[in-house]
């Protein structure tokens, strides 16, 4: 079954600090890619996607995220994270033989001043 | 355009009773997906539908869950009776195809007493 590893549960870090969340996937065919911030008390958005082409996305707010596929990996990242960055961040896989999404644990992360 | 729309944004009941929830997709768009959220399960895909149709119900957790979608802009999730374990966030998304990028609706933060 396909799957999605979100290995930081739980990021904390002071602003200005470099983020990198991990996010690995099972499924070995084309897939689409995601990633959603979910911020504290509010739904999913969409922070940034991958479907084909240059495999370095970027996104919103500064984020970006670097598809890896022989490292099955889609890790997000962002230079330097501000308190408003504080939220929960979701990797989400599509396999194209497939119309699911398939979201990963989710990973909380906390920025302090 | 308005985003995803569900009512209500929170609910309160006591076990037993029949839960209705509501969603009204992005206009145009042609998938619906409903998920529920807890703390122990994180993100879970219920039940998601094309053109209508449902597709796959393989998440609904058992019978006293259903989920219809009379047209394009409207379906409901019903939970009946509810118990303490429904007592959850339930998200509706929405997408232009069964592949494309899901938006996400404010979600129903329901309670059952």
């Known amino acids: 079954a396909q799957s999605v590893s979100q290995h930081n549960h739980h990021v904390i870090l002071s602003e200005a600090a470099s983020l990198e969340l991990g996010c690995n996937y099972s499924y070995g065919g084309t897939v689409n890619l995601f990633w959603y911030v979910q911020y504290p008390g509010q739904h999913l958005q969409l922070l940034l996607k991958?479907?084909?082409?240059?495999?370095l996305v970027k996104g919103i707010k500064g984020f970006e995220a670097e598809f890896i596929k022989s490292k099955f990996s889609f890790n997000l990242r962002k230079p330097s994270v501000q308190w408003s960055d504080t939220a929960e961040y979701f990797c989400?896989?599509?396999?194209?033989?497939?119309?699911?999404?398939?979201f990963g644990t989710g990973t909380r992360l906390q920025v302090f001043p | 355009d308005a985003g995803v729309i569900q009512s209500p944004r929170h609910e309160v009941t006591e076990m037993g009773q029949e839960v209705t929830l509501r969603c009204k997709p992005i206009?145009?768009?042609?998938?619906l997906f409903w998920y529920r959220q807890t703390m122990m399960r994180g993100l879970e895909l219920l039940i998601y539908?094309?053109?209508?149709?449902?597709?796959?119900d393989s998440g609904m957790p058992e019978d006293r869950f259903s989920a219809k979608m009379p047209n394009a802009s409207f379906s409901t999730l019903k939970i009946q009776p509810s118990e303490p374990r429904d007592s959850a966030v339930y998200f509706c998304?929405?997408?232009?195809?069964?592949?494309?990028?899901?938006?996400f609706g404010p979600g129903t933060r329901l309670l059952v007493l």
């Open positions: 206009s145009g768009h042609n998938s």
């Open positions: 539908f094309n053109n209508n149709v449902p597709i796959d």
């Open positions: 991958y479907f084909s082409g240059d495999p």
């Open positions: 989400a896989v599509n396999a194209l033989n497939t119309d699911k999404l398939i």
């Open positions: 998304a929405s997408s232009l195809g069964r592949r494309e990028t899901q938006y």
